[in-house]
Nanobody, 120 residues
Framework: QVQLVESGGGLVQAGGSLRLSCAASGRVLNDYTMGWFRQAPGKERRFVAGISGSGSTSYRDSVKGRFTISRDNAKNTVYLQMNSLKLEDAAVYYC??????????????WGQGTQVTVSS
């Protein structure tokens, strides 16, 4: 059974930074595309960033240049470095893993989420 456990969320002032981590257990996910999604209250869950097994990355437009996704296959962990945080970045952030090249809401595995709160 694969488990994804996110950590690193918290309260940060606008303009600040946070680093989210997602540790996988149960199987090695080196060949999986990993991704981060977020869901704000009353809104749908949305793609934030993804990284393929080969290291190719993709981002939603609103976070390009501010967020960086990376992975450490030796640790079976994926990270999301978030800089210059804005109020609109506040949400519950979810880690996901997919056997497909493109990661979508149909991902195979999901974490439980970690809250990111941005204050003015």
């Amino acid at each position: 059974q694969v488990q994804l456990v996110e950590s690193g969320g918290g309260l940060v002032q606008a303009g600040g930074s946070l680093r989210l981590s997602c540790a996988a257990s149960g199987r090695v996910l080196n060949d999986y595309t990993m991704g981060w999604f977020r869901q704000a209250p009353g809104k749908e869950r949305r793609f934030v960033a993804g990284i393929s097994g080969s290291g190719s990355t993709s981002y939603r437009d609103s976070v390009k240049g501010r967020f960086t996704i990376s992975r450490d296959n030796a640790k079976n962990t994926v990270y999301l470095q978030m800089n210059s945080l804005k109020l609109e970045d506040a949400a519950v952030y979810y880690c996901a893993a997919s056997r497909q090249v493109m990661i979508t809401l149909a991902a195979d595995y999901w974490g439980q989420g970690t809250q990111v709160t941005v204050s003015s």
